[in-house]
């Protein structure tokens, strides 16, 4: 099993600035993904964290405004770039191996952008 | 993305068994079926997955249509800590789960 911590677990932040989420797992994984999920709404894929390249982003997310990255098997960080109030909403680390079975998520961290 | 399809809502009462449905037709012979769920402030939780057979684990069973274009998510006997999001999923060869909007499930007493 793999254990996930997410920093900060909640900020209020002002719109224009910038949040950097960090995510560290207790065990080297091969896969790691962010999530974002807004009020009371499932998760929305936002990008595959690469260890040592670009990260992979679902449509209609894109690298200057959600930078990711990943310099090892057990961290990544995800920055949430120029915030607006529409960017208020939990974001989510995962990490897993590349075989099927169990992916772990953190707690997320809740971002209200004011 | 090959997707699934969920009640919104389901209720049971506590100490019974709860049958979770799911339909994926459109799934690819390579697509596992993933179950996670999602309690209130929390981060989603793995309970199970399955390829082709049924599958048992101390959390629930999988139960997997033979064309397997369906699936059941099985909880033996609910309880209040059961109530939750259940999200039946197909993992993408890639790794990620694309999740849907799942099925809020509500326990009574």
């Known amino acids: 099993s793999a254990v996930i911590s997410q920093k900060p677990s909640r900020d209020i932040c002002q719109r224009g600035t910038s949040l950097t989420i960090q995510c560290q797992v207790d065990s080297q994984v091969t896969m790691m993904f962010w999530y974002r999920q807004q009020p009371g709404q499932s998760l929305t894929l936002i990008a595959t964290?690469?260890?040592?390249?670009?990260?992979?982003?679902e449509s209609g997310f894109v690298i200057d405004k959600f930078p990711i990255s990943r310099p090892n098997l057990t961290f990544s960080t995800l920055t949430v770039s120029n915030m607006s109030p529409e960017d208020s909403s939990i974001y989510l680390c995962?990490?897993?191996?590349?075989?099927?079975?169990?992916?772990?998520f953190g707690q997320g961290t809740r971002l209200t952008v004011v | 993305d090959a997707k699934t399809t969920q009640p919104n809502s389901m209720e049971s009462n506590e100490e019974e068994p709860v049958h979770l449905p799911c339909n994926h037709s459109t799934i690819s012979g390579t697509d596992y079926i993933h179950w996670y769920r999602q309690l209130p402030s929390q981060g989603p939780e793995y309970v199970i997955h399955g390829l082709t057979s049924n599958v048992n684990n101390r959390m629930a069973s999988l139960a997997i249509a033979e064309d397997r274009k369906s699936s059941t998510l099985i909880l033996h006997r609910a309880t209040l800590r059961d109530a939750a999001v259940y999200y039946c999923i197909l993992r993408r060869s890639q790794g990620n789960l694309i999740f849907g909007k799942g099925t809020k499930l509500s326990v009574k007493p």
């Open positions: 995962s990490a897993g191996q590349i075989s099927p079975g169990e992916a772990f």
């Open positions: 964290a690469n260890q040592g390249s670009e990260a992979t982003y």
